[in-house]
């Protein structure tokens, strides 16, 4: 889906974020392993107050509702989400639906657990770091964690007819998703973590002497130890792939492979993306990307390269 006509960019903003975030609902996987999710913390839900932060159409919050929370604030910082919101959640007494940055609202009291989706597909580079900035701390968030996974595979086994390893190679210090047929792979390096309170760590693997010219990255949501939902199971998030150039066969010092030309990963809030491009989420890939800023002033001090690669 993509928005045709001219807006002024205020207005492109809101409506380009209501077709990014409505296409999210034909994820029903996600919202089942959400629920789940809730289910299982029941205990921690009933009599107590929630907050559901950006709250999209409210299904969470109807959710905590039924689970039995005494009060639900349900902060949705878009007008057009908020609007639609107000159907489905403003006939109930316990909650309060503000339309407004999760940043900016203080609650007039404590708030006992905290329900998000702020995943995006590089983990980072939706909203989680919005979870940073809170001005409450909640005693428990919902999922509380997440990975960036990595891996390497060959361009042969997912590439199509119209995909070739040549067209997928033309991409060369491209981030893009949903274009290989990589679903189904298995990551072998966690590349970034993060967790409520704790922030984000990177761990960027050293790719040299390893096998593969796609490298192909995919989201966790996590909650402790346990992975809640995760890239290409729901079809919210696609995986994000790049071509690695081959490497040549003799040079396995990592120096000389540098010369061979490495990327750098770079995962700060508001992006994630290599040095030489990137891309915003693009969610379901319903929505137009488009290229993330730069220079960004969270940028600096938090990036790590993947060697090799
Ligand atoms: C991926 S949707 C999740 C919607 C809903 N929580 C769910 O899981 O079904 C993220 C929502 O958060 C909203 N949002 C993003 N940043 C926000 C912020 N800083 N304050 C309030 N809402 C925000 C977006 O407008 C969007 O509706």
């Known amino acids: 889906m993509d928005i045709v006509n001219r807006l002024s960019p205020r207005q492109f903003r809101t409506y380009d974020d209501l077709l990014a975030f409505i296409s999210i609902y034909d994820d029903r996987q996600r919202l089942r392993e959400y629920r789940r999710l809730l289910r299982r913390h029941q205990h921690r839900i009933r009599g107590s107050v929630c907050m559901e932060a950006g709250c999209g159409l409210g299904i969470l919050s109807e959710e905590l509702l039924r ?4 009060r639900v604030y349900a902060v949705e ?25 999760v940043r900016e609202f203080v609650p007039p009291e404590p708030i006992d657990v905290l329900v998000h989706d702020f995943y995006g597909m590089m983990l980072y580079d939706e909203e989680l770091w919005v979870l940073e900035e809170l001005p409450f701390r909640p005693s428990l968030v919902l999922p509380d964690s997440g990975f960036l996974m990595a891996g390497l595979t060959e361009s042969r086994l997912v590439c199509d007819r119209t995909v070739t ?12 998703s949903g274009l290989l047929d990589a679903e189904h792979l298995q ?13 984000l760590r990177l761990t960027p693997p050293n790719l040299c002497g390893e096998a593969g010219d796609v490298l192909f990255f995919y989201l966790s949501v996590r909650h402790g130890e346990e992975e809640i ?43 994630a993306c290599y040095r030489l491009e990137c891309r915003r989420r693009n969610r379901a890939m319903k929505k137009p990307s488009v ?9 600096s001090g938090r990036w790590g390269r993947i060697h090799g690669s």
């Open 77 to 101: 910082r878009n007008r057009l989400l908020y609007r639609l919101a107000q159907r489905r959640l403003g006939n109930h007494r316990r909650v309060h639906l503000l339309c407004a940055d």
């Open 165 to 176: 390893p040549e067209v997928f190679h033309a991409f060369a210090g491209v981030l893009v």
């Open 187 to 199: 990551g072998r390096w966690i590349v970034a973590q993060w967790r409520f309170g704790e922030g």
């Open 291 to 299: 290229p993330c800023r730069e220079g960004s002033r969270r940028h």
């Open 229 to 271: 939902c995760r890239a290409g199971q729901c079809s919210n998030w696609a995986y994000v792939s790049t071509p690695r150039r081959p490497l040549p066969p003799r040079l396995s010092a990592p120096g000389q492979l540098r010369h061979g030309g490495h990327l750098s990963l770079d995962i700060s809030p508001r992006k």
């Open 67 to 70: 689970l039995g929370a005494r």
